[in-house]
Structure formats: structure tokens, C-alpha cells
């Protein structure tokens, strides 16, 4: 029974108000007052769309090395993947601490790309393949556009396999056409997007039904039987007029979350099949499908055998701070040049090699394990550091990405760069032993202290400008589940 074994799924905790966007720009652009509703979700400063791909990853595999080891492939889908000539999914996988034998690719070019990531996973899977499927989107949009309001950031993923037991896979459809909505050329930073009611009229209206309708067929049912319709579009009640001509009951068409988190490009449509099957009962359909050069749907019947993952869609909407910064967010993006000041001077160039040589510890936060006294530490290095027994080379890798931590020491320092002051950094102790000094993220001022419970997250350190390359590692963000399961246990 080929399908999905796994999903998960994550957006960024930021939600900026796009009230606060519109009161903003009402003195350049007051034709954006009728998109002053509701939120769109906004990537931290050091989340892009691989970062969130990696946590939405590692929420569909969960802690347990056991999943990880039986993966066969990875596939990261985006359409603002951070390097063009690096292979993302390589960099996906070591933060995932994948093995090296793993076959990977990006899928890119198209905002239903995440959509044909998983339907080539499917392929594969009906092989015998156990496959991971990651899309992540991150896009960019002038200042006081109506994109600025309608894109969101987020991302899902699934763990595709012949014993998909969460979702029977039942029918693709396909249509590629060379149908140009919007565009982005290599040296572009921003979307040129075209007039929409082209996009609806000539575009998905025409374009998505016979995709839809042939995945259908494929399946063998008829389209009254959908009880799911996914359909992501920035277009109110687009899904509703496709689901009337196509024939499927008006209440099958789910919500875009469009409210909540804005609209998240190549990831959307994963994003609302993540969501359906959190809400499906057993035994439903659920059909996703996607826009771009054509379009793309696959059908599901949801199983019973479904392991919900820890945060999911549902958790990643309840996880949530409104930002009503606005100017932080054209920071946080790049709109806006600042003055960063002497402390930011500095040439952030790597060392290749250095990287590689150490790409476990970097890429995947694996340390190292005494095997004859048992010692944890980071970094893992030939002697270690028991007390009165420095062996040598006793150490074997100890993955700390998943184990749970909390605050030792800290600082909030204002004084050392930071592109959200004030720099929070601290000693991190690990359960099982262990410590690290990491940078604290996703913190406001006030909120680090003694004894909070931390997890692992991983996030861009920093940016070599100068070169064009990002260097990633991980850092420590408040555990809010664990501190709140605390925070209930103390009262009572």
C-alpha cells in the first residue's frame, strides 16, 4: 500500500499583523486597506526556507534514530532554495543526520513543485523506496505590494513509503503547460506577476480541473466522493469555484489558513495536505492539488495507521507571537538598508575544508560518547573528557539535535552584533549529559532565565555577503510545551 507513512510540518512563530503593514503604507499604497485582515506567518531572521524544511522534517521523522536509518532518498522542493549550486537536500539530510548512501535532488522551477516532489517520492516508494519529502518556501516581495501581504512563510514534510499506512496513495494527475502567472529571472530578487483575472480565468480555471479529473480517474472515483479538496491560491473562494465545476460537494473545500499564515508558494500545497490528514477521519478522501506551468493533484484514502507528529500544522498555528514591527520585518528580509555598525565589519568567509572535515558536527550537532565511561561531550575529539580516564579514541557519535535541554547560564548582551538585539547566548546543558554554548533564539527580552527548558533548532548562524554563502549551525530556542507541562505540574 503505497502512500505516507509520516508527515509534519512547520511555520515560523513571527506572525506579522497585516494591519500593522497596511496603517504602515496607507500613505503610498491605500488600495492595500481592503488586505488589512488577519496575519501572515514571518520567518525569524535566521530561518529560510531550508531551515524551516529541516524542522518540518524532523516534526514527520520524530526523535527515534530508527526512522532516519530506514530512509532510502530525500527531495527538497522550493522555489527560493538558499543556494543555486549546492545541493540543498545534501545539507537537509546532514542536519538530519541521514546516511551518506541516501539518493537526493531539489525540485525547483515551479510554485507546484512541492506537489511533484511528492508524487516522484510516490514513484519511487511503489519501487520499495522509503523516501523524505521536504518543501520549504521563503519568498521575498517589494515593499507595499499586495504580495508583501499575501505570502506567508512555512513548511511541510512526509515520509513516503510501500507501507504508507497515515495515507493510501490512489492517483496522480498531471498538466504541464508553459502558462505564465508570474515569473522570476536568475538575477531577480522579487515575482513580476501578471493581472489576475487572467491568472483565474485563462490559468487555474482551465488549467487545474484536467489534473484534477485525471487523478480522479486514476483512482477510480468520482468527485463527489472527495471529502478533502485542498487547494492553495492567494484568490478568495478559488477553491470553491473549482470544486463547483469540477463536481465536489461545497463542504469538502478546506480553509487556506490564508488568514493565518498567508499563503507559503511551493509549500502550500503540502502544507494543507499535512493539515487534512491531522483532521481526516480514516477511511476519507483527500485530494490536493496546485497551480504553476500547469498543475498537479494527488489523491489519498487517509488510514488508521496514522502516527500524528508532535507539532504538525495545528501545533505551528497555536505557536504563535504577533509582530506588529513592521520595520523589522523589511529588516528581517532585506528591504531596508541599516546601519549596522563597526561590531558588523567583519569577513565572514568559511573554510571549506574545515566545514567538511566537521559537517556531523556543524550540519547534524553530533558529539561524542566515551565508550568506556560513558561521558557525553560536543565537540567530539580523540581524547575525552571524563575526569581521571582521558581515553583515546574511545568517542562514538551522540546526536544532541533531540534531546532535551535546559538554560545554565546566560547573557543578553547589546554590545556584539546582532540582527535582533539584544544577542542572547548561553551555556546549554543537555538530559544524558553534555553541554554547549549556543546562541538563544525565538526569545524576546526578559524571557531567557535559569532553568528554561530549551529544544534544538536549526538556523542560519551567519551570511558570508561577500561571497554569497550561508553558513548554518544550530541554536536554542524555549521549549514552550515542556515549560508550560512545568509551569502546570508547579500548580498544582
Given at each position: 500500500?503505497?502512500?505516507?507513512?509520516?508527515?509534519?510540518?512547520?511555520?515560523?512563530?513571527?506572525?506579522?499583523?497585516?494591519?500593522?503593514?497596511?496603517?504602515?503604507?496607507?500613505?503610498?499604497?491605500?488600495?492595500?486597506?481592503?488586505?488589512?485582515?488577519?496575519?501572515?506567518?514571518?520567518?525569524?531572521?535566521?530561518?529560510?526556507?531550508?531551515?524551516?524544511?529541516?524542522?518540518?522534517?524532523?516534526?514527520?521523522?520524530?526523535?527515534?534514530?530508527?526512522?532516519?536509518?530506514?530512509?532510502?532518498?530525500?527531495?527538497?522542493?522550493?522555489?527560493?532554495?538558499?543556494?543555486?549550486?549546492?545541493?540543498?537536500?545534501?545539507?537537509?539530510?546532514?542536519?538530519?543526520?541521514?546516511?551518506?548512501?541516501?539518493?537526493?535532488?531539489?525540485?525547483?522551477?515551479?510554485?507546484?513543485?512541492?506537489?511533484?516532489?511528492?508524487?516522484?517520492?510516490?514513484?519511487?516508494?511503489?519501487?520499495?523506496?522509503?523516501?523524505?519529502?521536504?518543501?520549504?518556501?521563503?519568498?521575498?516581495?517589494?515593499?507595499?505590494?499586495?504580495?508583501?501581504?499575501?505570502?506567508?512563510?512555512?513548511?511541510?514534510?512526509?515520509?513516503?513509503?510501500?507501507?504508507?499506512?497515515?495515507?493510501?496513495?490512489?492517483?496522480?494527475?498531471?498538466?504541464?503547460?508553459?502558462?505564465?502567472?508570474?515569473?522570476?529571472?536568475?538575477?531577480?530578487?522579487?515575482?513580476?506577476?501578471?493581472?489576475?483575472?487572467?491568472?483565474?480565468?485563462?490559468?487555474?480555471?482551465?488549467?487545474?480541473?484536467?489534473?484534477?479529473?485525471?487523478?480522479?480517474?486514476?483512482?477510480?472515483?468520482?468527485?463527489?466522493?472527495?471529502?478533502?479538496?485542498?487547494?492553495?491560491?492567494?484568490?478568495?473562494?478559488?477553491?470553491?469555484?473549482?470544486?463547483?465545476?469540477?463536481?465536489?460537494?461545497?463542504?469538502?473545500?478546506?480553509?487556506?489558513?490564508?488568514?493565518?499564515?498567508?499563503?507559503?508558494?511551493?509549500?502550500?500545497?503540502?502544507?494543507?495536505?499535512?493539515?487534512?490528514?491531522?483532521?481526516?477521519?480514516?477511511?476519507?478522501?483527500?485530494?490536493?492539488?496546485?497551480?504553476?506551468?500547469?498543475?498537479?493533484?494527488?489523491?489519498?484514502?487517509?488510514?488508521?495507521?496514522?502516527?500524528?507528529?508532535?507539532?504538525?500544522?495545528?501545533?505551528?498555528?497555536?505557536?504563535?507571537?504577533?509582530?506588529?514591527?513592521?520595520?523589522?520585518?523589511?529588516?528581517?528580509?532585506?528591504?531596508?538598508?541599516?546601519?549596522?555598525?563597526?561590531?558588523?565589519?567583519?569577513?565572514?568567509?568559511?573554510?571549506?575544508?574545515?566545514?567538511?572535515?566537521?559537517?556531523?558536527?556543524?550540519?547534524?550537532?553530533?558529539?561524542?560518547?566515551?565508550?568506556?565511561?560513558?561521558?557525553?561531550?560536543?565537540?567530539?575529539?580523540?581524547?575525552?573528557?571524563?575526569?581521571?580516564?582521558?581515553?583515546?579514541?574511545?568517542?562514538?557519535?551522540?546526536?544532541?539535535?533531540?534531546?532535551?535541554?535546559?538554560?545554565?547560564?546566560?547573557?543578553?548582551?547589546?554590545?556584539?552584533?546582532?540582527?535582533?538585539?539584544?544577542?542572547?547566548?548561553?551555556?546549554?546543558?543537555?538530559?544524558?549529559?553534555?553541554?554547549?554554548?549556543?546562541?538563544?533564539?525565538?526569545?524576546?527580552?526578559?524571557?531567557?532565565?535559569?532553568?528554561l527548558p530549551v529544544k534544538m533548532v536549526f538556523r542560519i548562524k551567519d551570511r558570508d555577503e561577500k561571497r554569497g554563502f550561508v553558513r548554518y549551525f544550530w541554536k536554542a530556542a524555549p521549549d514552550r510545551?515542556?515549560?508550560?507541562?512545568?509551569?502546570?505540574?508547579?500548580?498544582?
Amino acid at each position: 500500500m503505497v502512500g505516507i507513512a509520516a508527515w509534519g510540518a512547520y511555520a515560523p512563530r513571527l506572525r506579522l499583523s497585516r494591519k500593522a503593514v497596511v496603517a504602515a503604507n496607507a500613505w503610498v499604497a491605500p488600495g492595500l486597506a481592503g488586505k488589512a485582515k488577519g496575519e501572515r506567518s514571518m520567518a525569524n531572521w535566521d530561518e529560510d526556507a531550508l531551515t524551516m524544511a529541516v524542522e518540518a522534517a524532523r516534526d514527520a521523522l520524530g526523535p527515534e534514530d530508527e526512522g532516519r536509518a530506514a530512509v532510502n532518498a530525500a527531495i527538497f522542493a522550493s522555489t527560493t532554495a538558499p543556494f543555486a549550486d549546492r545541493q540543498n537536500a545534501g545539507i537537509l539530510a546532514a542536519a538530519l543526520t541521514l546516511a551518506p548512501s541516501i539518493a537526493s535532488a531539489d525540485v525547483t522551477g515551479s510554485q507546484r513543485c512541492g506537489l511533484t516532489a511528492l508524487g516522484q517520492a510516490l514513484d519511487a516508494a511503489a519501487s520499495g523506496k522509503r523516501v523524505l519529502v521536504a518543501a520549504g518556501e521563503h519568498r521575498r516581495a517589494r515593499a507595499a505590494s499586495p504580495q508583501e501581504l499575501d505570502f506567508g512563510d512555512a513548511a511541510a514534510a512526509f515520509v513516503v513509503s510501500p507501507d504508507g499506512s497515515a495515507a493510501e496513495f490512489l492517483g496522480r494527475g498531471t498538466v504541464t503547460d508553459d502558462f505564465v502567472d508570474h515569473f522570476r529571472g536568475a538575477d531577480a530578487q522579487f515575482d513580476y506577476a501578471w493581472e489576475e483575472r487572467w491568472i483565474r480565468d485563462e490559468g487555474i480555471v482551465k488549467l487545474v480541473p484536467p489534473a484534477v479529473r485525471a487523478a480522479l480517474d486514476a483512482a477510480g472515483l468520482d468527485a463527489a466522493r472527495v471529502d478533502h479538496f485542498c487547494f492553495p491560491s492567494v484568490f478568495a473562494g478559488m477553491g470553491a469555484t473549482l470544486a463547483k465545476g469540477l463536481g465536489i460537494r461545497p463542504e469538502a473545500v478546506r480553509d487556506t489558513l490564508g488568514a493565518q499564515l498567508g499563503e507559503a508558494g511551493a509549500a502550500h500545497g503540502p502544507l494543507l495536505l499535512a493539515h487534512a490528514l491531522e483532521e481526516a477521519l480514516p477511511g476519507q478522501i483527500v485530494l490536493v492539488a496546485q497551480f504553476g506551468q500547469g498543475a498537479e493533484a494527488l489523491v489519498f484514502r487517509v488510514g488508521d495507521g496514522a502516527v500524528r507528529p508532535a507539532r504538525g500544522v495545528a501545533g505551528s498555528l497555536a505557536d504563535r507571537q504577533e509582530e506588529t514591527n513592521y520595520l523589522k520585518f523589511l529588516v528581517f528580509n532585506d528591504l531596508v538598508e541599516w546601519d549596522r555598525g563597526m561590531r558588523a565589519e567583519k569577513d565572514n568567509k568559511t573554510a571549506l575544508t574545515t566545514l567538511y572535515r566537521n559537517r556531523d558536527q556543524i550540519l547534524g550537532l553530533v558529539g561524542g560518547r566515551c565508550r568506556e565511561t560513558g561521558v557525553v561531550q560536543f565537540p567530539r575529539t580523540r581524547i575525552s573528557v571524563a575526569p581521571n580516564n582521558p581515553a583515546v579514541d574511545t568517542q562514538e557519535p551522540y546526536r544532541f539535535a533531540e534531546r532535551a535541554a535546559h538554560v545554565l547560564t546566560y547573557s543578553a548582551d547589546y554590545l556584539t552584533f546582532s540582527m535582533s538585539p539584544p544577542n542572547h547566548y548561553g551555556m546549554i546543558v543537555f538530559e544524558g549529559g553534555g553541554r554547549i554554548m549556543l546562541d538563544i533564539t525565538d526569545v524576546t527580552p526578559g524571557e531567557v532565565e535559569t532553568g528554561l527548558p530549551v529544544k534544538m533548532v536549526f538556523r542560519i548562524k551567519d551570511r558570508d555577503e561577500k561571497r554569497g554563502f550561508v553558513r548554518y549551525f544550530w541554536k536554542a530556542a524555549p521549549d514552550r510545551a515542556a515549560l508550560a507541562a512545568v509551569n502546570a505540574q508547579a500548580a498544582e
